[in-house]
């Protein structure tokens, strides 16, 4: 996998046009900035990369936009040293723009598929997530429970209780709520039994599945 100047000039155009797009953290320009977008998916796809569009990667999944995957973990509000769970690994990309940003991820993917290719390929180019588990997600990871925050990359028809159950106060849930569209929503732990709901817009996700495959 070669990573060129070109490319590099590829995600320059990227990060300004997520600047355009609304996008201000400057952690998670930095991790687009950095991360070669192109390594995530087929070769056949290598053209529209840098695209701001999302694109099939098998199994029936998509690699998430390049805005929605700023989006959601702007919202996340990620800081270094940060635990996260995230709730479908897909292609891989999203797990490294956590970590790239400092975060300790913790994955799950229900598609044995996807689970089995980045268990290899994530630590190849140099991304270790802290925990890879092949599960199903609706239940999250209660044995590392509590998270700083989690974030759920496919559409959600409702809000599953263990997910709330495992952040820590303050911490936070970013989660595409709906089924044939989904309204990206924010819960933040307040205390224990109170939790504040926040929604920012309609956007379109592959729909998040139950049990393993």
Avoid at 67 to 96: M, W
Wanted: aromatic share 10%.
């Amino acid at each position: 996998m070669k990573d060129t100047f070109t490319h590099k000039g590829m995600r320059n155009k990227l990060v300004k046009t997520l600047k355009m797009k609304g996008i201000a953290d400057k952690n998670v320009l930095d991790a687009i900035g950095t991360i070669p977008r192109h390594w995530f998916m087929d070769s056949g796809f290598i053209d529209h990369a840098y695209v701001d569009k999302a694109f099939p990667i098998g199994a029936n999944q998509t690699i998430s936009q390049p805005y929605t995957v700023a989006r959601q973990t702007e919202l996340l509000e990620v800081k270094k040293g940060d635990k996260v769970l995230e709730i479908g690994t897909g292609s891989g990309y999203q797990c490294a723009v956590l970590l790239e940003i400092g975060a300790k991820v913790y994955t799950i993917e229900r598609k044995n598929e996807l689970f089995k290719k980045n268990s290899l390929f994530l630590p190849k180019i140099g991304y270790r997530p802290k925990k890879m588990v092949f599960g199903d997600g609706y239940k999250g990871l209660p044995e590392f429970a509590p998270f700083d925050g989690i974030v759920v990359t496919a559409g959600a028809p409702f809000v599953p209780k263990p997910l709330l159950a495992q952040l820590k106060v303050g911490g936070r849930l970013v989660i595409p709520l709906g089924i044939s569209s989904q309204i990206m929503t924010v819960f933040t732990r307040k205390s224990e039994n109170d939790f504040k709901k926040k929604e920012y817009g309609e956007y379109r996700f592959v729909p998040l599945l139950e049990d393993k495959e």
